[in-house]
């Protein structure tokens, strides 16, 4: 049903979310958790119902286009799954967390632009260990989209998150905050998605540039939680932005499987 090769604009996206929840209201619920500055609803996707949990969101910058198409489609794999995997395990799905920056992205013509509506990056504004003041009045948690994700962690408590983002086809596990036996969990689940995806483990000095705000999705996921929280990034490291449609059969090929991962 979801169609690789095409640009989604915004329209095609809630087009797509919309055939999603008529075609399977059966095994799957979707739930709005946050309303975005431009009053865009956040749209969280919760198939099956067992103890064993993961959480995906991507869609976090604006720019990075393919993912939340990808995630939609994951999505549709994952409620033609068989039943009873669904009763043992939960999958949450946050495809697109920021909507505006999306919007602002593909059909505003700012095309490098990775924020939300006013322009705050959501993956510098969350309130961890590393989160550091970049303007006066900056302020971590400022914004819809974090606060829709933060609600969303404490009130479903998922066993592990991972974050998609775009470019260079790599996994980011390490946590300068977190202890040696929590990172060397961490590893070995970027192992594991290494093998199922080929995409690089990021070296642990690589966790955050020089110069970088901090206060990432996973960093608050790994230090509120302490649980399992990666970022993936797909599609080659000198892809130009907005992505093109043609890169979302590859990396939809790429990544299919993580939801599986034992
Ligand atoms: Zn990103």
Redesign the pocket.
Known sequence: MIEFGKIYKYSDYICTVNMLKDKYNKNMRVINIGKTWENRDIALFIIGRGNNSVAFSSG??GR?SINPVIMLKIIEDCCSYREEYWRENTLYVIPLLNPDGYVTAMERGYRMWKGNGRGVDI?RNFPSVTWKKKFIGDKALSEPETMALVRFFNQYKTDMYIDF??RGKEIYYYRSAMDEEYNRKQLKIAGKISKLTGYTIAEPFREMETGDGGGNTVHYFSEMYKKPALTVETVSGDAEFPLEPYEQKDAYNEIKDIWRLD
């Open positions: 976090v910058h990075e993956n983002h775009s």
